[in-house]
C-alpha cells in the first residue's frame, strides 16, 4: 500500500513558478515509478511527468519539456514538480500516482493516486 498527499499548489501569474511536493506513505516506495498527472474543468487527465522507480529516469509531456522538472528523493519519499514559465494552460487539478507498470505515461499503469493540488496561473 502507497499513501500519496500532494501540496504546493496555488494561484500564479503567467511565467511564474510553483513547485508540487508529493509525500508518500508506504515501505515499498522505492519500488514505485512515479508520476504526475493534470486534469483541467472538462478534459480528461493528462500525463505532465514521471520519473523511474530505478535509476531516475525522467519523462516529459511536449507540452511541459524545457519549463518543468520531475525528481525524487526516496529516503524522503518525496515526489517534486517544479514547473517554471507556468502558462495559462497549465490550470487544473495536479496529482500524483504509483505505479509497477510501463509505459509510465499512461494512467493505466498507476495504482495509487493522491487527491490532487490545485494549480491556477493567470494572464
Known amino acids: 500500500q502507497v499513501q500519496l498527499g500532494e501540496s504546493g499548489g496555488g494561484l500564479v501569474q503567467a511565467g511564474g513558478s510553483l513547485r508540487l511536493s508529493c509525500a508518500a506513505s508506504g515501505r515499498t516506495f522505492s519500488s514505485y515509478a512515479m508520476g504526475w498527472f493534470r486534469q483541467a474543468p472538462g478534459m480528461e487527465r493528462e500525463f505532465v511527468a514521471a520519473?523511474?522507480?530505478?535509476?531516475?529516469?525522467?519523462y516529459y509531456a511536449d507540452s511541459v519539456k524545457g519549463r518543468f522538472t520531475i525528481s525524487r528523493d526516496n529516503a524522503k519519499k518525496m515526489v517534486y514538480l517544479q514547473m517554471n514559465s507556468l502558462k495559462p494552460e497549465d490550470t487544473a487539478v495536479y496529482s500524483c500516482a504509483a505505479g509497477l507498470g510501463y509505459p509510465v505515461t499512461s494512467t493505466s499503469q498507476y495504482t495509487y493516486w493522491g487527491r490532487g493540488t490545485q494549480v491556477t496561473v493567470s494572464s
Open positions: 520519473i523511474s522507480w530505478s535509476i531516475g529516469n525522467t
